[in-house]
């Protein structure tokens, strides 16, 4: 709700009238109510963040927990497990699942003298410490929230805080400096000013954390936050969808709820902003519960980072789009696991040609793409995460059908086996070893692709770690088709190109065909994987083994093993001009496999210089031109004089319509000639591009007589 929201009055029956009075003294509070909120919001806003914090919170659950970690306080209020010179969460967390059990009536805790003594001897200990860790981020952001969210929720105690202890820890969460136009992290230091704020009853404080927890939410091309296709970049022009993405949702989300129907409520222009980020972007990178592990960045190496943990963040944004009700609900329920991964799912196709990334989703699977530029930078590495993420950006693809295809299985992948890169197989992990910190450059300015918003095209000329080859992304309906031509290196290694790796799950159903004809297909966890000709790829469902520590030095050491697919194609040592094609086809059992038809899909070209595919059953070309030239098809003749993406939809009609992009984002302009199947009179297009902040993005043009 708004603060300008109208209130309906509906008629009333005969019998509704004795109750009129009633609805009248109803609408009077919510008046009354919304008038407080305006005037003095600071205790509202404490209450909506303390029932916040405790939305999700299960009082046995907590208070096992609880008590399990008094057995370990010291008299002094330290923990006897913890090592304060190198401290992280877990102190601050324990005191604030403290508080919570202390106010809650539910909890075995509540109105405790113990718990409350306990309470203020670690936050007494706290403030007389005084930890600091190297890592910023704790110091200005974690420290200060999980302070202020243990205040507010102790100012609901039956028996408060010591005055002196409670101003003194406000006075702590005053951080050196505030970090503005900073995205993410704007917006974190923003929200422990506002818990500050009304802690204090500032007004200075509450106007400057309003500003800030909103600055975020603003398109600015090429700077961090919320870009012009709609992605999201942090630490640079980095791809962050679901990284410091997510921490901007969550905090706009939590901003706009804690300060709705106040004279601070979100302003209309930037609520289009969140929505579109969130309906258009973020939501649909989650796949059931599982988010695609191409948005997580360097959290790709967190134990648990690919479940998406909505909690409560989709029921508060109902309150602010009333108008998207159907969706924000079915999200809900998939994320929640209410419902199948494919409820409510709408196809269609994105990219984002300012990060690289390609999104496309069908009811049946989510498929998705990441690559570099010498526009933007690689998959970071920092503080010792993602320390083996060396060729993420380098096509890997993200295939989803429940969404739990990846989840957890980091630890024991094959790291230069990142699903869908062409890379050279290492002996071990010190060749997708990432040796620098904070992003690195991509190399090539051929990296994009063209989409009407439901079908697709994606390309990348992939020139790193002495590795070259043309790769290119077809997407369809049931199928996606993945071709690589071009492909050769110098090095010692051979040179792999890997189809997926993913968590073994069932049988392995092959082709029966005998190796080196043609035809071959593999089967694995209702994905099919054609291989037209050529191509007999390996196949392995072994055991590997690994640690969370092995890609992130703040995870644990413990030794795993788990089962693993693993399909990829061997290209040999120092390849020359090899190349690779195969399809992917989600969501089909062995019996549908023999019906399908492969018929519908012509692959046309598979060069260093073009690559293409016709799909006769949706009548539509796609195209890949690295240099200028020409493509002839059934008749029909396409030809260009700049290299671009290409994508013919309603191909065998009266009315094809064009349309085209530069992944190079280089060219204002491309002449394209076609001549349609049966016509004697090539038609000429003067292709005019988008250019500055939307270069590389998509054009259209009717092609008509």
Not at 75 to 95: E, F, M, T
Not at 496 to 509: D, F, K, P, V, Y
Not at 568 to 580: D, Q
Request: proline share 5%; charged share 20%; with cysteine.
């Amino acid at each position: 709700m708004f603060a300008n929201n109208t209130i309906k009055v509906f008629p009333l029956s005969a019998s509704g009238i004795i109750r009129s009075g009633v609805l009248k003294m109803m609408l009077l509070c919510l008046l009354f109510s919304t008038a407080r909120a305006q005037q003095e919001p600071y205790q509202t806003i404490l209450q909506r963040i303390s029932a916040d914090l405790q939305t999700f919170v299960k009082d046995q659950d907590l208070a096992r927990e609880v008590e399990a970690n008094l057995k370990n306080l010291n008299p002094d209020g330290s923990w006897a497990d913890i090592n304060y010179a190198d401290v992280q969460y877990v102190p601050l967390k324990r005191i604030k699942d403290m508080a919570t059990a202390y106010i809650r009536p539910g909890n075995k805790w509540y109105n405790d003298a113990t718990i409350h003594a306990s309470i203020v001897k670690a936050l007494q200990n706290w403030f007389d410490k005084n930890p600091k860790n190297k890592n910023w981020w704790y110091n200005d952001i974690f420290y200060p929230q999980a302070i202020g969210q243990t205040l507010i929720l102790m100012r609901n105690a039956k028996v408060q805080l010591p005055a002196n202890l409670e101003q003194a820890l406000i006075q702590r969460m005053v951080i050196r400096r505030f970090r503005t136009g900073d995205g993410a992290n704007t917006s974190d230091e923003a929200l422990h000013c506002l818990y500050r704020a009304c802690l204090t009853r500032n007004k200075a404080t509450l106007d400057s954390a309003a500003k800030y927890l909103f600055e975020p939410i603003a398109i600015a091309d090429g700077k961090e936050g919320v870009q012009v296709d709609g992605s999201y970049y942090q630490h640079g022009k980095q791809q962050a969808i679901a990284s410091y993405g997510r921490v901007f949702a969550g905090n706009s989300v939590n901003a706009a709820f804690y300060l709705r129907e106040t004279g601070y409520a979100l302003p209309k222009a930037q609520l289009i902003i969140l929505v579109n980020y969130l309906k258009n972007t973020f939501l649909r990178t989650i796949r059931g519960s599982f988010y695609d592990f191409n948005v997580r960045g360097r959290g790709i190496s967190r134990k648990d980072s690919l479940s998406s943990g909505m909690g409560g963040m989709i029921e508060k944004i109902k309150l602010f789009d009333p108008e998207n009700a159907r969706y924000w609900e079915a999200s809900a329920q998939r994320t929640s696991n209410k419902k199948p991964a494919d409820y409510g799912i709408v196809a269609g196709h994105a990219q984002f040609w300012k990060s690289n990334y390609t999104l496309h989703v069908r009811p049946a699977y989510t498929f998705s793409v990441q690559t570099a530029s010498d526009r933007t930078l690689r998959t970071e590495r920092g503080n010792n995460e993602n320390i083996l993420g060396r060729f993420l950006p380098d096509g890997a693809t993200n295939i989803q059908r429940s969404g739990s295809e990846y989840a957890n299985l980091m630890p024991v992948w094959e790291w230069d086996k990142i699903p869908g890169t062409t890379s050279r197989d290492y002996p071990d992990d010190e060749g997708a070893t990432i040796r620098k910190d904070w992003g690195v450059p991509g190399t090539t300015r051929f990296s994009g692709g063209v989409t009407d918003g439901i079908y697709g095209v994606s390309c990348y000329d992939l020139n790193y770690d002495s590795v070259q080859a043309k790769k290119a992304w077809f997407f369809f309906d049931k199928e996606v088709v993945c071709l690589g031509a071009g492909i050769k290196s110098d090095s010692p290694e051979p040179i792999t190109t890997t189809i997926n790796q993913a968590w073994l799950r069932g049988e392995i159903g092959r082709s029966p065909i005998a190796k080196g004809e043609k035809g071959f297909w593999a089967l694995h966890d209702s994905i099919a994987y054609i291989f037209p000709e050529g191509s007999h790829p390996e196949i392995s469902n072994a055991l590997q083994n690994g640690s969370w520590y092995r890609i992130n030095q703040f995870q644990s050491k413990t030794e795993l093993k788990h089962p693993v697919f693993k399909i990829w194609i061997n290209h040999g040592i120092k390849p020359g001009h090899a190349s690779y094609q195969y399809i992917v086809v989600p969501g089909i059992t062995a019996a549908g496999l023999k019906k399908y038809d492969r018929s519908m899909v012509q692959i046309l070209k598979n060069t260093a210089e073009l690559q293409a595919v016709k799909h006769k059953g949706l009548n539509m070309l796609q195209a890949v031109f690295y240099t200028a030239g020409t493509l002839t098809c059934d008749g029909a003749m396409l030809t260009v004089d700049k290299p671009c993406t290409i994508y013919i939809k309603n191909l065998n009609t009266a009315v094809p319509v064009l349309y085209i992009a530069d992944p190079a984002q280089e060219n204002a302009s491309v002449q394209v000639q076609f001549k349609p199947a049966g016509s004697s009179k090539p038609k000429n297009i003067t292709c005019n591009l988008p250019v500055g902040a939307f270069a590389g993005a998509t054009a259209s043009f009717k092609i008509t007589e």
